[in-house]
């Protein structure tokens, strides 16, 4: 499976983007898909997570109410819309995937497939 992100940049504080991560492979529908965040000198984490059929969804509490998760499995591709954004959340944007759901959704270990990253910028 190979992720690819889009829908980064520069945006000022208040603004919003929306990022896109498609993948390949015809199992990506199994998959359950997270957003990660990192920004220079801090570890990678977790922003929010969807299961595979998009009823399940968790969020980190400080994007909680601003971050929106979903997906489109007709397409491949799951989406991060960021509303009401914050300087704080300048940082390189991940995608991941794995087939197991995991409760500790939030760690870089929970993921075997990973996109390259996307930058978004808030300033």
């Known amino acids: 499976v190979q992720l690819v992100e889009s829908g980064g940049g520069s945006v000022q504080p208040g603004g919003s983007l929306r990022l896109s991560c498609t993948a390949s492979?015809?199992?990506?529908?199994?998959?359950?898909m997270g957003w990660f965040r990192q920004a220079p000198g801090e570890d990678r984490e977790g922003v929010a997570v969807?299961?595979?059929?998009?009823?399940?969804?968790f969020y980190r509490d400080r994007v909680k109410d601003r971050f929106t998760i979903s997906r489109d499995n007709s397409k491949n591709t799951v989406y991060l819309q960021m509303d009401s954004l914050k300087p704080e959340d300048t940082a390189m944007y991940y995608c991941?995937?794995?087939?197991?759901?995991?409760?500790?959704?939030?760690?870089?270990?929970?993921?075997?497939?990973w996109g390259q990253g996307t930058q978004v910028t808030v300033s």
């Open positions: 969807i299961n595979r059929f998009s009823d399940v969804k």
């Open positions: 991941a995937g794995d087939y197991t759901f995991r409760a500790n959704w939030g760690r870089p270990d929970a993921y075997k497939y």
């Open positions: 492979g015809s199992i990506y529908s199994q998959y359950c």
